[in-house]
């Protein structure tokens, strides 16, 4: 914000500069009071851009193919959610997105992570660690099952079909996780779910073909 609202005092600056050159005789008053109405109009359209562009965030799709089997999987992605407060070092940076992918022959829904989920409260067991918490799907609180691979950064829902079909059905514009994230307490990630079904309808046609 600082950068943008520099950005545009300079540009207010600009215009004074300007108005010191010679210049024909001086207009009336009330004009040069309209200048100056204008250019606070523009620095109020710069400082607000941001805000527009950042509602923008939209579900994605991508496609990758195995080399080695020529296997194609096709995914649905979330916008990118961070936590609702300032997490400490070194999980500063953590985000985290809601995912959908398939194969032709398999569906997943999972979270995913820039930095490895370190959860307290888990279960370990055959190579995972499996924990509940609690998800609120628009305005409906709901306890979930998941399963995280050690060192994996994703955590996967053990009933994905629920999952599957709430996202499918479009019957609520977020999502928000409750995890307890070790040196943090509990932390939410609130994300949002608006196009989901759209993009998820997409991932799955381009699976069949």
């Not at 004074?16 to 010679?22: F, G, N, T």
């Not at 923008?56 to 959610?81: G, K, L």
């Not at 924990?131 to 609180?141: A, D, H, N, P, Q």
């Not at 609520?172 to 070790?182: G, K, P, Q, S």
């Amino acid at each position: 914000m600082r950068t943008l609202l520099g950005l545009a005092l300079a540009t207010f600056g600009s215009l004074s500069r300007e108005r010191q050159m010679p210049s024909p005789p001086r207009a009336p008053r009330a004009s040069s009071r309209g200048n100056h109405m204008r250019a606070l109009s523009g620095l109020l359209l710069i400082i607000t851009l941001p805000a527009a562009t950042s509602a923008a965030a939209q579900w994605t799709n991508s496609v990758s193919n195995d080399e080695m089997t020529n296997e194609q999987v096709v995914s649905a992605i979330s916008p990118h959610a961070t936590p609702s407060r300032p997490m400490e070092f070194p999980y500063t940076d953590t985000d985290a997105w809601v995912g959908f992918m398939c194969d032709g022959k398999n569906e997943w829904v999972y979270l995913g992570f820039s930095n490895t989920p370190n959860l307290n409260n888990t279960e370990p067991g055959d190579g995972f660690n499996y924990f509940s918490t609690r998800l609120k799907w628009g305005e409906e609180i709901k306890n979930a099952r998941f399963s995280q691979k050690w060192g994996s950064s994703y955590i996967n829902f053990s009933d994905g079909r629920d999952a599957l079909k709430r996202l499918t059905k479009g019957s609520a514009d977020t999502l928000l996780l409750e995890v307890d994230w070790y040196g943090n307490g509990v932390v939410y990630f609130r994300f949002s779910l608006e196009g989901a079904a759209d993009a998820i309808a997409k991932a799955r046609a381009s699976c069949k073909k």
